[in-house]
């Protein structure tokens, strides 16, 4: 079986329902009601926000996960998914109140320049007051620190290891090189390219917006080169 195929199989395993996400993204998003979620992934948060009365879209470019947020879906929910590449949201032809965009997934973009034109579009599709929500790796300090990886991840419900190894590149980038091992001895690899980009390159990104706000984490700490996690709040 493939990588992916075990991934998505375990998806929810891996990256279980962190109820301090749900709470940053519903304060945030207080007075937003239309919501965009960028690489959706299983559509945790989607069908979160969808119980809190939101009107979400969920869009994903890989196929697996759109299909695991259909299966989660209830009767009453009124989620909108579909397969799609987050460089194409204009083709939605709709305008949000909300976008947000988490899991490290903005960094899978190909280069800077896509990275950067993708947030413009966010802003072209925002209402008037919108906001954007973004999170990554503080690859400041995996680059200050020479980190080899991010701590692994254990499931013991799951009998299995997420390892995230980093290797870096002479080209800039990393690659992500992510095993997940079974207590059975059963091993899946899977290497991807990362575009390592800075606090200072991403600030630059977000010109157009009125303000925005670097935290350290989803628990609104300050954002330091000791913050693993890099939160990102932007207001239209």
Not at 27 to 35: A, G, K, L, V
Request: charged share 30%.
């Amino acid at each position: 079986m493939k990588f992916y195929d075990i991934l998505s199989k375990y998806y929810d395993t891996i990256f279980p329902f962190s109820k301090i996400k749900k709470e940053f993204l519903m304060e945030e998003f207080s007075n937003q009601e239309r919501i965009l979620d960028v690489a959706c992934g299983s559509g945790t948060y989607s069908l979160e926000l969808d119980e809190e009365g939101k009107k979400v879209t969920a869009i994903d470019l890989d196929e697996k996960m759109v299909e695991l947020l259909r299966k989660k879906k209830i009767p009453s929910s009124k989620v909108s998914e579909m397969v799609m590449d987050m460089t194409k949201i204009k083709e939605l032809n709709q305008e949000f109140d909300g976008i947000f965009c988490i899991g490290n997934s903005l960094v899978h973009l190909p280069n800077k320049k896509v990275i950067a034109d993708f947030i413009d579009d966010c802003y072209d599709v925002l209402s008037e007051n919108g906001k954007m929500i973004i999170q990554v790796i503080n690859y400041d300090k995996i680059l200050k620190d020479n980190m080899k990886g991010l701590p692994d991840i254990v499931r013991d419900e799951g009998g299995l290891k997420f390892i995230r190894d980093y290797i870096m590149k002479n080209n800039g980038n990393i690659e992500f090189k992510g095993t997940i091992k079974f207590h059975s001895g059963e091993e899946y690899v899977n290497s991807v390219e990362l575009v390592p980009i800075l606090k200072d390159e991403l600030q630059a990104c977000f010109k157009r917006f009125e303000k925005v706000t670097f935290y350290g984490g989803f628990d609104k700490k300050p954002w330091s080169l000791a913050t693993l996690p890099t939160v990102i709040v932007a207001e239209k």
